[in-house]
């Protein structure tokens, strides 16, 4: 049994990406940033086709992620953060509304909005996935944007994606 199988690339050689910040945490957020910066940039996506949006917190990424998505100049949206526990009961209702909206924005406009907000227990260990001993989770959010935007592309288009 022979299966048809399509999948995305990471050649992000004309993609348009929009990215959304949270400026809170920043000293996590901006290494996100640079490392999906460099995500991008590495796999060919021109830096004057990226986008960068500041927002004040996680909370609000969502809303801004969908406006970017709904304006149809970006193939995908990469969104970061930082949601780190603290005391109270803060990190869970801003962790799972950044979650639920970043999902809800996606399957409502039809773009890939890709996750790529921190939620940990400690600084240290949000500092350990920007660019840390757990590599960086702003790069892997670039990549999956790539790869999601590409086979969005062939699931869209006219052209058969399959020899």
Not at 33 to 42: F, I, N, P, S, V
Not at 61 to 72: G, R, Y
Request: net charge negative; aromatic share 6%.
């Amino acid at each position: 049994m022979v299966l048809r199988q399509i999948e995305g690339s990471l050649h992000g050689q004309g993609l348009r990406i929009g990215v959304v910040v949270s400026r809170f945490n920043q000293v996590v957020t901006s290494r996100l940033l640079d490392g999906a910066m460099e995500g991008l940039l590495q796999h060919g996506v021109r830096e004057h086709d990226i986008i960068v949006a500041w927002v004040p917190g996680s909370f609000e990424i969502p809303l801004v992620a969908k406006k970017m998505a709904e304006s149809n100049r970006y193939e995908a949206i990469i969104c970061l953060g930082a949601v780190i526990k603290g005391e109270t009961a803060h990190f869970d209702y801003v962790a799972g509304e950044a979650s639920n909206g970043i999902a809800k924005a996606a399957l409502e406009v039809g773009v890939p909005i890709i996750f790529g907000v921190l939620t940990t227990y400690t600084t240290e260990q949000a500092l350990d996935r920007a660019g840390g001993e757990q590599g960086n989770k702003g790069f892997e959010a670039a990549e999956s944007a790539i790869e999601m935007a590409t086979l969005m592309r062939l699931l869209g288009g006219s052209e058969e994606p399959l020899a």
